[in-house]
């Protein structure tokens, strides 16, 4: 009898041990064939079965590029019964053959045990047979939307505080009545200068405006964002929006030799930060020092970082000869393993280093 009772204890420890969900797809591709690019979005849908002996749950389902999955089973599957994964993919403007990947995970034990383990992929491939293009390709307006269309609606400019830039807008009427065109209140750094039509545009007709953008009335310095709004009558889309990238400097060129004999001279601590390795959704503090060996006040003009999970802050914006200040930068990790680089520059008038570029680094695990 007591050889009996540890047999059945033993057979009970091994059932345990080994109860778990596992996933099973029917397919892990789904193969759309040919599809039109006008034809808008289409759907593939995964069927899995929980073979395993426990409930199963998709714990995260991530498309890749061009793919979206936000319909799935929610909740437990369990055992024996079955689930599934829609995947859409839109071809608008994406001509040609494609083949996107989906990352599963679940509960099961390795992923449980094992955060990077890898995850199941299921695939969606196809070809997207081109469409014709439409009038407003035909005719090159393919940057904006409606039926007044701007042809280049974006611009980059590298000036000096003391320059000024003309820009030439072509703008394009598709329309089968006048369309008006105004410019909302621009900010005094940028003003209309001249166009080749009058408050409208006729039904066909193709103009354009010349607008000037002063950074001398900017008053800022570093990489700027800056955008001009167009108030329309267009049936489709009333306000247009023409956008600036303007990275400003600051022009040292009439400092007379004793000026700059008795400028401000900038000393940093260090060129890189380093926040190691970080855990998701953590936040970190790194300092460094810049120090000012000039003989007249150096002026911390910007803080400019490239990428938005570092903020930085100084704790003085003017700072005296001989005096130090000191620079904050805080990390806060995303919700997902990655290698988040960076730099961010210090923009002063200290005419030898006008702008001291940091770089930083962290991982996330």
Request: hydrophobic share 35%; proline share 6%.
């Amino acid at each position: 009898m007591k050889k009996l009772s540890l047999l059945l204890l033993a057979v009970v420890s091994c059932v345990f041990c080994v109860a778990q969900p596992e996933i099973k797809f029917e397919n892990t591709t789904y193969d759309f064939g040919k599809i039109k690019e006008e034809g808008g979005k289409v759907t593939g849908k995964f069927i899995f079965t929980n073979v395993g002996n426990e409930p199963l749950e998709l714990t995260n389902v991530r498309p890749g590029c061009g793919c979206t999955a936000a319909n799935y089973t929610k909740g437990a599957i369990a055992p024996g019964e079955k689930g599934y994964i829609e995947a859409t993919y839109n071809p608008y403007n994406r001509p040609g053959a494609f083949n996107k990947n989906i990352r599963v995970t679940t509960n099961e034990p390795r992923f449980i045990e094992d955060e990077k383990a890898t995850p199941h992929m299921i695939f969606i491939k196809g070809e997207v047979i081109k469409r014709p293009p439409t009038e407003f390709e035909k005719a090159g307006y393919t940057k904006t939307s409606g039926m007044l269309r701007i042809k280049e609606p974006d611009v980059a400019h590298n000036l000096k505080n003391t320059e000024s830039v003309l820009d030439t807008f072509y703008v394009r009427n598709f329309w089968g009545k006048p369309v008006s065109i105004k410019l909302e209140n621009p900010a005094d750094y940028v003003s209309e200068v001249y166009r080749n039509f009058g408050a409208e545009l006729l039904p066909g007709q193709e103009g354009f405006f010349v607008l000037k953008y002063d950074a001398s009335k900017r008053n800022a310095f570093g990489q700027t964002k800056d955008q001009v709004t167009i108030t329309t009558n267009d049936s489709v889309e009333q306000v247009k929006r023409i956008h600036y990238a303007v990275n400003i400097k600051e022009d040292f060129s009439k400092m007379t030799p004793k000026q700059l004999k008795n400028a401000p001279a900038s000393e940093v601590s260090a060129t890189s930060i380093d926040f190691g390795d970080m855990q998701k959704n953590t936040t970190k503090t790194e300092k460094i020092t810049i120090k000012n060996n000039g003989k007249n006040p150096l002026i911390i003009r910007g803080l400019d970082v490239s990428n938005s999970q570092y903020k930085v802050s100084s704790n003085m914006t003017e700072i005296p000869t001989g005096t130090t200040a000191e620079i904050t930068v805080t990390f806060k990790a995303p919700n997902r393993n990655s290698t988040q680089n960076a730099s961010f520059d210090i923009i002063t008038n200290d005419p030898a280093n006008p702008v001291r570029t940091i770089t930083l680094n962290a991982k996330v695990q």
